[in-house]
């Protein structure tokens, strides 16, 4: 099959194959090649060499000098003369890291951006835009239009950085959590009202019992049913509203919610997280507890049938809140006087710098597959709404209001993969935008995952509008777990890249999770995986939305956006692919990235030993 | 950590299988193969649907033979 004349030139640069057999004396034209697309198979399969094949950009407009049948490749000595591409070859290093100015030597400032020469290999050319590249493009800039701003500081303040809105979280320290006659926080112990598990299983007709337990590291070794979510306790001071003002944290200490049926049904029975907490737990992870957290953990026992209903679950995480709801009234009562630490987050717009939204993907098909959206307090119930009765359509936030808490997450199914309430609250990748001053970010678009086809189109499309209203240059799609959620998470990029705009697609995929549709717009992704052998493994948090994938989600958006293209991924997962671009980003920006561990740091438990290896 | 014996020799194969929803909940939808070849059960998200999932629906699905990879 011959190819059209665009076609040819979106893949200039790769290999030139006949299509069909051509005589001595054609000259070549886009019709004669056959689509680079199908080249892999084609060479695992033996059938076609391309040792040595000109590009087609090299190729066209010349002769042949010999006859070729077709799925030859045209080499050098086949052609009259190889022709000059007329593109220069986009070398641009994979998900390329914006490079730093002392790289390598200066040669040309034009057109508000920094030339730079790379004299030794292959002679590689970057654009990068003066506002990538630190303070050395300064000088160049007075003269340019300016719209690429300058570097940073004072000079961008004076481009009209307006601070938006301000969260302070004010951190209060817990060391001991009992028992008592009234929920109540002395010094840093923090009491939890004897009998207050009755009064919680009443407000829930479907909820049966509940047990609380205080589990401190010395108890890690401790079986647990599957945790459906980790939540921090936090409230709001005085008057503030959600994602303003003041939030009050208590440190050290989460909220764990864990649950059966009558019957010992796991709530999420597929891919549960049941088992010894410090052998299913990755610690530390953006959503999960961090190792030493002392955890209050609830064990719900909800009715038979109903773990996979919708009302079973939400149920068990309303009555849970009950006790946390008791916690927040404590927690308000306290004194300035205990405070540790002060933490405050600025968003700030910047305008001139290239806009960019946040899109995250949060499941909304039902049952467990559920958030609940802007509660009064962080992570509560009281006030939210579910994204699945908003009919999963977008709903935008500031990216304070996700770092308050504004999502509680009813948490789907796949432990290693799912976003637990506390994700929100620290959400890497909101974190990682916030504080990129190259950018103006302009908010998080929650968008739910409906089940059916036709809804998941409808609700892609809004995104898309959504998107072009917000006038961004540039959007990142995150999404957790994978299943038809990938329907509409590709439907989402493809909506967002044919308006014009940079996206960079962000999900676990790996070996079990690969994209089950795509589109051309789906140039650019980040992989989540951690695990060692690509999979879900039913470890809590392990293959969550981390900073590693933050820094090179942001730092690849900044590149496509500059201009920069991105490598084809390989025809298969190499988990290669991720520590080249990370040795790339440490050499280029000069501060390592660190990468978090994976569930090879954990004891194996026994449940995995029995279900995936060879238990002996 | 994951340990195996062998890697699967023949899992490239696929052959088109039908089936019949039995279930349907909130989260899960339950499937007996066509032919008798046994029945599975999989979370909402695994099942890719035009319309509202209802007891009765024909699925097809790709599957190899599975294998075992440990002794």
């Given amino acids: ?616 | 950590m994951q340990t195996q014996n062998r890697t699967p020799k023949y899992i490239d194969k696929v052959n088109y299988y039908e089936g019949i929803i039995t279930e349907v909940h909130d989260g899960s939808v339950a499937i007996d193969i066509k032919g008798r070849l046994g029945s599975i059960r999989i979370p909402k998200r695994m099942i890719i649907s035009d319309y509202e999932l209802k007891v009765g629906q024909i699925v097809a699905f790709n599957m190899s033979f599975i294998e075992q990879i440990s002794n």
């Fill in chain 1, 1 to 616: 099959m011959s190819i059209s004349a665009e076609y040819a030139q979106e893949h200039i640069n790769d290999p030139a194959v006949l299509c069909c057999r051509r005589e001595a004396g054609t000259k070549l034209s886009h019709h004669d090649f056959e689509d680079p697309a199908i080249f892999d198979d084609l060479v695992s399969s033996g059938l076609l060499k391309l040792d040595g094949a000109i590009t087609i950009g090299q190729a066209m407009g010349a002769t042949l000098t010999k006859t070729l049948d077709s799925l030859n490749p045209v080499l050098k000595d086949c052609v009259d003369k190889v022709q000059e591409a007329a593109a220069p070859a986009a070398v641009s290093s994979a998900p390329a890291a914006p490079a730093s100015s002392n790289q390598g030597a200066t040669t040309s400032v034009a057109g508000g951006k920094l030339k730079i020469h790379i004299g030794e290999g292959k002679g590689i050319d970057l654009e990068i835009p003066m506002g990538l590249a630190g303070g050395a493009g300064a000088a160049g800039t007075g003269a340019s239009a300016g719209a690429a701003g300058v570097s940073s500081g004072a000079a961008a303040s004076a481009g009209g950085e307006k601070v938006v809105r301000t969260l302070t979280r004010k951190h209060y320290n817990i060391t001991e959590v009992k028992r008592g006659k009234e929920t109540k926080i002395e010094g840093t112990t923090l009491y939890i009202r004897k009998g207050i598990e009755e009064e919680a299983v009443a407000t829930q007709e479907l909820v049966h019992d509940l047990k609380l337990d205080i589990i401190t590291k010395d108890k890690y070794h401790t079986y647990s049913e599957t945790i459906m979510d980790t939540q921090p306790i936090a409230t709001k001071e005085g008057d503030s509203e959600l994602g303003s003002g003041v939030t009050r944290v208590l440190d050290n200490v989460v909220m764990l919610l864990t649950g059966t049926t009558d019957e010992g049904v796991q709530i999420g029975e597929f891919g549960s997280s049941e088992g010894y907490l410090d052998e299913n737990v990755m610690w530390g992870r953006p959503s999960c507890p961090d190792y030493g957290d002392i955890l209050i953990r609830g064990t719900v026992k909800i009715e038979n049938k109903k773990n996979m209903e919708r009302p079973g679950p939400l149920a068990a995480h309303k009555a849970f809140d009950v006790i946390t709801q008791e916690i927040r009234m404590a927690l308000k009562e306290l004194d300035d006087s205990l405070v540790v630490n002060t933490e405050k987050f600025d968003q700030v717009r910047r305008p001139g710098k290239k806009k960019v939204a946040l899109v995250k993907e949060i499941m909304g098909q039902g049952a467990m597959h559920d958030n609940l959206i802007l509660p009064v307090e962080p992570v509560g119930v009281l006030g939210a709404h579910p994204n699945v009765d908003l009919c999963n359509v977008p709903v935008v936030c500031s990216p304070l209001e996700v770092l308050d808490g504004c999502i509680h997450a009813l948490t789907c199914i796949g432990p290693a993969s799912k976003e637990q309430s506390r994700h929100y609250w620290r959400e890497p990748m909101v974190l990682e935008l916030l504080h990129d001053k190259e950018i103006d970010f302009a908010g998080v678009i929650f968008v739910g995952s409906p089940q059916i086809n036709s809804e998941k189109f409808y609700v892609s499309r809004r995104v898309g509008m959504t998107c072009e209203a917000m006038d961004v240059e540039g959007a990142i799609v995150t999404t957790e777990g994978f299943g038809n959620n990938h329907v509409d998470f590709t439907s989402h990029i493809e909506q967002i890249g044919m308006r014009g705009i940079k996206v960079v697609g962000m999900s676990f995929c790996a070996k079990q999770g690969a994209l089950v549709t795509g589109n051309k717009y789906i140039e650019a992704m980040v992989d989540n995986n951690k695990s060692e052998a690509g999979i879900e493994n039913e470890i809590l948090g392990n293959n969550t939305l981390c900073p590693e994938d933050a820094v090179r989600a942001d730092l690849m958006l900044k590149a496509l956006m500059a201009g920069e293209s991105v490598k084809k991924p390989e025809k298969e997962w190499n988990p290669n692919v991720k520590s080249q671009n990370v040795e790339l980003i440490s050499n280029v920006t000069g501060k390592p990235v660190e990468l978090v561990k994976n569930e090879t740091s954990l004891p194996m438990s026994e449940k995995y030993k029995k279900k995936y290896a060879n238990a002996k």
